[in-house]
């Protein structure tokens, strides 16, 4: 949500207000009513922006399979993509988090991880970056570390827009600010949430209102996510790095990086108990 925030602030992009449409998870879009529809989503953009979305579905094999392949059929050949990747650990303790706050799955992490295999798979990072890479080469993609971009986020932007091939404006990105954060992150419940998921508000009621206004309303209306479980322990934590180590050696091939895109000993450090004052 903050790299979709920072790119719109480039008044050569053009975002749609439904972030993620999803349109690419489904042979529909193949058809003329479904190019229609995909199409209703830039029909705003002016001549001059380049467009996007950012529909996560489209890297969450193998849940959502075969929009790489719907993309080139729909999309230019000479398509950009910008593939965000979180810390393994963080992202999976993340995603747990989410659930929760909706009242789905365990509240231990490893029994978690057991009964919904989607904690794992979508954090296959490599995997989901060379289903792309394959249709549309890998000069095609660049791929984000979530936490580097976070620290140098008007370089990064910078960066991005040059591989666009616009005009980098990074003085306009607002720093102080960082979206979707889990903590205190307005979560529609009750009608609010039927009305959000309604086809009429997400085609014509979204549009209408501001990015930013949005956010306001959000925060006002909508109750926040419920405080975080307990951190999980460090068998659980070296289960999800075991289970992840060979996606993590694949993604940095994949980037060309010399040395490992974490430091999975600092991982460890980050999740390991506090020591009590008696013991220290």
């Not at 956010?215 to 209306?221: A, D, G, S, Y």
Request: aromatic share 8%; proline share 9%.
């Amino acid at each position: 949500t903050s790299l979709y925030r920072d790119l719109l602030t480039n008044p050569r992009v053009f975002l749609p207000a439904r972030k993620e449409p999803n349109n690419l998870t489904d042979d529909a879009v193949l058809t003329d009513a479904g190019l229609k529809e995909y199409a209703f989503h830039f029909q705003q953009a002016a001549d001059d922006q380049v467009c996007g979305e950012a529909s996560t579905s489209y890297t969450k094999l193998p849940d959502f399979s075969g929009a790489p392949q719907r993309a080139h059929k729909v999309l230019r050949p000479d398509l950009k993509l910008i593939y965000v990747v979180r810390e393994p650990v963080s992202r999976v303790l993340s995603h747990h988090y989410h659930a929760l706050s909706f009242g789905k799955l365990s509240t231990n992490v490893e029994e978690a991880i057991e009964q919904e295999p989607q904690l794992i798979n979508w954090t296959r990072y490599a995997t989901q970056a060379k289903q792309w890479i394959d249709v549309f080469g890998p000069d095609s993609i660049r791929i984000i570390p979530f936490d580097t971009y976070i620290k140098a986020r008007r370089e990064t932007i910078a960066d991005l827009s040059e591989f666009l091939g616009i005009e980098p404006r990074p003085d306009l990105v607002q720093v102080d600010e960082v979206y979707n954060k889990g903590d205190n992150k307005p979560l529609p419940k009750g009608p609010m949430a039927i009305i959000q998921k309604r086809q009429f508000y997400k085609r014509y009621v979204r549009r209408m209102i501001p990015v930013g206004a949005r956010e306001k309303l959000r925060k006002t209306f909508f109750p926040t996510n419920m405080k975080r479980p307990d951190p999980p322990g460090p068998e659980t934590i070296n289960l999800i790095i075991e289970r992840l180590a060979p996606e993590m050696e694949e993604l940095r091939i994949l980037m060309g990086a010399p040395e490992p895109i974490w430091d999975v000993e600092k991982v460890r450090a980050k999740y390991a108990p506090a020591e009590s004052p008696a013991s220290a």
